[in-house]
């Protein structure tokens, strides 16, 4: 099982980014899927939730500006970021709540893909 993360990249204050990040693999379903980011120097942090039945949750931080949403057809989990910051620069890993067809129930992280805001 594995999550690929792709749509980083360098964006100006105020732009747009949508992260995408696909699960492959040989899985019986996947549950909750999720977003986190890392600054430099900082710790890993939640950015953003969304439920198999679709329900979603957010980081006050970006609230209003990042929408979580899914593909359950492509076991694809989307962040669109509007109104970027250049706080919002980070690593941005996905995480997923997997139960593979072999192996046990478990939390699998994507590699992480960078989004930098410049001011």
């Known amino acids: 099982v594995q999550l690929q993360a792709s749509g980083g990249g360098l964006v100006q204050d105020g732009g747009s980014l949508r992260l995408s990040c696909a699960v492959s693999?040989?899985?019986?379903?996947?549950?909750?899927m999720a977003w986190f980011r890392q600054a430099p120097g900082k710790q890993r942090e939640f950015v953003a939730v969304i439920a198999s039945g679709l329900s979603t949750d957010y980081a006050d931080s970006v609230k209003g500006r990042f929408t979580i949403s899914r593909d359950n057809a492509k076991n694809t989990v989307y962040l669109e970021m509007n109104s970027l910051k250049p706080e919002d620069t980070a690593v941005y890993y996905c995480n997923a709540d997997i139960v593979p067809y072999t192996g046990s129930r478990r939390v699998y992280w994507g590699q992480g893909t960078q989004v930098t805001v410049s001011s």
């Open positions: 693999g040989r899985i019986f379903s996947v549950n909750i």
